[in-house]
Each structure stands twice: as C-alpha cells, then as structure tokens.
C-alpha cells in the first residue's frame, strides 16, 4: 500500500552512496562489526570454559554441583538483560544508538576482565563467586543494550539493497566471536596440564577479552551516528518513557513476531555453549577434541550467515530463510543428538556442523527482519523488549535447562525442548510481512517531508523509514 508519503521502488530508491564511495561507511560497518564480536567473545568465553573453573571459584562436594552453580551465575547476566533491554533500549532511540553501543562494549570488558583476575575461592573465599556474580550483572547489563542497538546501527547505515547482508553482520560477529571464544577455550584446554588448565590456563582468554574491548571501545567512539537516527531526532523530541508507551500500544504483534524470530536462541546457546559439555557427559569425550570439533561446525556458520543475508535482499526474506532454518532445527536436532552416542572425531563434528548450518540459515535474516518492522522512532526499544525478555527464558536458561536433563539421566529431552520452542516459533514465521521481495520492498520508502528535509540537514541522503509508521 502507497500513500502520498511513500515513494517505494527499486533498491536504490534511499539514493544512498555505495560503499566505497563512502569511506565513513567503511570505519561504520567494522566498529558496529567488531564491537559486536568482542561483546559476544566475552560472553560465549564464560559458558564454555565453565566446567573447568568452577571448581576453582564454586567450590563443592560434586563436581556436577561446582558445574551448577557456575552455570547459574552465568544465567544471572540473562536475567538482568531484559531490564536493561527495556530500560536502556528506549534511549538509544532518544539519544543515538553510537553512545548505548560505546557504552555497551565498556561494560562487557570490565566484566571479562574482573572474570579474569578474581582470586580462587581458596584465596578470598566468598568473595570471589560474589565477584563474579557483579562481573556477570554488568555484562549482562552490556549485553542488554548491545544487540538491539548493534541491529538498528548496522541497517541504518546500510544501502537500501544491502540491508539484508548489513544485518546479517551482526549475526556474523557473533559466530566469529562464538568461533575465537571455542578456538580460544579449546587452546587453553590442550595447552596446559589439567593442574595448570584448574589453577589458571582458564583465566587467559577472560583477560583477552577484556583488552579486545578497548579495540572495540576505540573503534566504536570514533564511528558516527546513524543518518536516520539523526533525522529522526530533528522531528521527534518524545522522551525514553514515552517511546516505550508508543511501543507497546502501536506495535503488539510486531513485538509478537520479534519475539519469535529471537526465540531459536534456545537452540544457539545450547549448541555455543553446551554442546561439547554435552558431549563430554554423554559420551565421555574428551572436552578439548569436543571444542575444537565445534571450531570446524562454527567456520560453516560464518560463511552461511552473510551469503544467506546477502540472498534475502535479492530473493525475499520471510518466505525461505526463518522458516526453511526452523524446519530444518525441527527434524535434526533429535537425530543429530542421538548421534553424539557413536564414537569418534568426525561423527562430533558432523553433529556440530549440521546443527550450525540450520542455525545460520535461521541467524542470517532475523536482525534485518526485527529491525524493519519498527519505525526508526521506537526500532531499538522493538528489537530490545522482544529479544532481550526472549534471550533472558530460553538462551541464559538453556545451558541450565540442558545439565539438568542430563543431571536427571534424560539427555535427549534437551532435544525435545528445543524442537518445542522451535516449533512454535515456525508458527509465528508464516505471520511475518515479507520485507526483501525484489518487487515492491515494503520497507524501502522516501521518509514524509518533514522527516526528509531534516535528513538532508545532517546528512544530504534519504532515510530508510519503515512503512507501517506512515500507514496508519
């Protein structure tokens, strides 16, 4: 549907300059690219290496307990993820998505580097599982402002016919941080004694981390802020709070179908930061074979995500990309698990790989799809309400959920649960507007007068503005 406001056309209608004709783009795309790989490093890092240092820091009678307890510190970041998500979302709208993302990768640093360098519990006793408890509030603080705000950055920024492979860098990032944290984790397990490993091997790729987020912290200061955010700002002075209201009463089943587009993550966070550990309990592998078997199944994962972004702005997002990786999640994922229980290398790394190729068919379009169901005026606060609140009950639980299944003597109910929550996203799935048709592109308009003549004040170019703003 067209109105007077609306101008949709070809990819090339927001008259936006390629990128190489816009070396500012460039230093754009690598600061919210790079940015987003140290937050998520940080983050994987601590899933993955949990079993070795929890008995250094959660000290306990069992093991599996020691392993519990470390994993439900880990949890406490998704916990407190959607309070950031929804407090601090709506001001990246009001104030500009560059400063929540310099800010984001800050927090995530700090909390990788007091992982790192807290004492043992034999050394400082309480004080260091209170530690990392503070360490994992404020990454999880970081992490809740990151994604939502890295989307909206990467898309605005993006030329009309390049927003799918824009978004899907996103996605990328993170499974080349997913990729550097299982090398790093897989490193450190067969370089040292299991002694060395226990006593201080694990901390090193803590403290890493916490040094690539200055890299990401310089990067992203010197980056600029988004044309569209920048328009939107000169024509809309509405507060945080007040965002946040029009959120909720003008977009419900927008924020319904964010929600489901994010909610696969169960399955992503079982496979980033589960799967070896998984494999370890279930068949007795060895969790340095296990890692590194995952490093091969995550190289895949970053090829597929931005070839299948770059695709659904050629041949359409909704209609093959969320719902062919749901199908495929659906039937794999049991028959690939039970797998686990032949022996040998490669029969792990086929089990990895298949599950990273249904998974970044799925990762490689939904930031896109999230950002261009929200107008710019409330698309962080969108992203950030559905996926935070989504990633808090399926992804910080899922490593959880997984132990205890596998605790209570039941391994492939972890399957079951994932196909579950995959399944009734698949539902959802086939409610979404299709945003990347080589017809008419939905969400490809010329912004109304008013929103136009206060881009060409800040930036001289067209802004991307979602359709459904102008429809009403």
Known sequence: MKTSKEAVGSPDTSGRPETSKHPRRTLNLVAGTIGHFVEWY???IYGLLAAVFSSQIFPSDSPFASLIAALLTYAVGFVVRPLSGIIISPLADRFGRRLILTLSVSGMALGSLIIGLTPSFASIGYAAPVLFLVARVIQGISAGSEGQSAIAF?????PANRRGLFGSFTNMASGLATLAATGAAAMVTSSFSTADLAAWGWRIPFVVGGF??????????????????????????KSAAARLKDLLREHPKALLQAAALSAPAVAYYTWATFLPTYAKLTSGRDLSSTLAGSVIGLALLVIIVPTCGA?????GRRKIFPI????????????????????????????SASGWVVLGIWQSVYPTIQAELFPASVRVSGIGF??????AVFGGTAPLIAAAFVGAGQPMLVAVYMIVVVA???VVYFTLPETGNRGDRSTVALADP??????????GTTSMVDVSRHSK
């Open 42 to 44: 940080d983050w994987y």
């Open 154 to 158: 990467m898309v605005e920024h993006a």
């Open 212 to 237: 690539l987020g200055i890299v990401g912290l310089i990067l992203r200061a010197r980056a600029e802020e988004t044309p569209e955010f920048e328009a939107e700002a000169l024509v809309d002075q």
């Open 311 to 315: 695709l659904s702005d050629r041949l």
């Open 324 to 351: 062919i990786g749901a199908i495929g999640m659906i039937v794999l994922f049991y028959p690939l698990l039970l797998l686990l229980n032949q022996p040998g290398f490669w029969v792990y790394v086929l089990v």
């Open 386 to 391: 559905a996926h935070q609140i989504v990633i």
């Open 424 to 426: 009734l996203c698949l």
């Open 450 to 459: 008013e929103v136009l003549e206060g881009e060409k004040l800040v930036s």
